[in-house]
């Protein structure tokens, strides 16, 4: 048991390039995240011309965001290596990823469609800001919950 606990440490302490990637990522996303919700929350309650940029840009953003974790060498691998009991919440990670990034290019397309925009989009923008923000926050709980898991029996 024992070797098996040095076994887990030495993973979590040399294997932490995807965790790094993954850090340099974070503040880009939060960034993009912060520009959608400073314009969803912004004078006027359609800024189509200001959305479309913003979203191409989350778009973007997340899709790197989505392979500096999935990718092999990426950050859910090293998780599962260091931490295979959080299999069931990485999992759900990835279905979220395959939901938001839907979310983000069926709003764009709406944006960017000649046509009205659908009445109920900008509560599908709000919810997507919703969506993406407590992905995040959860992200951090995951990351702290594989590389820093407290084992100690003190009461």
């Known amino acids: 048991m024992r070797a098996e606990i040095g076994e887990a440490y030495e993973a979590s302490a040399t294997s932490t390039r995807a965790l790094e990637r993954a850090k340099g990522q974070r503040l880009s996303l939060r960034r993009a995240i912060d520009e959608f919700h400073e314009v969803l929350d912004g004078p006027g309650r359609d800024p189509v011309d200001r959305l479309v940029p913003i979203l191409e840009q989350l778009r973007l953003v997340f899709g790197v965001h989505v392979e500096v974790t999935e990718a092999p060498g990426g950050l859910y691998e090293e998780i599962l290596e260091i931490a295979p009991r959080l299999a069931n919440k990485i999992a759900r990670f990835k279905r979220e ?55 100690g029996g003190e009461s």
């Open 97 to 151: 990823h395959i939901v938001i990034a839907r979310a983000i290019v069926s709003a764009h397309d709406d944006l960017r469609s000649d046509g009205d925009t659908p009445p109920d989009l900008h509560a599908r923008l709000v919810h997507l800001h919703e969506v993406l923000s407590r992905h995040r926050r959860r992200g951090a709980d995951l990351v702290y919950e594989a590389y820093h898991v407290d084992i």
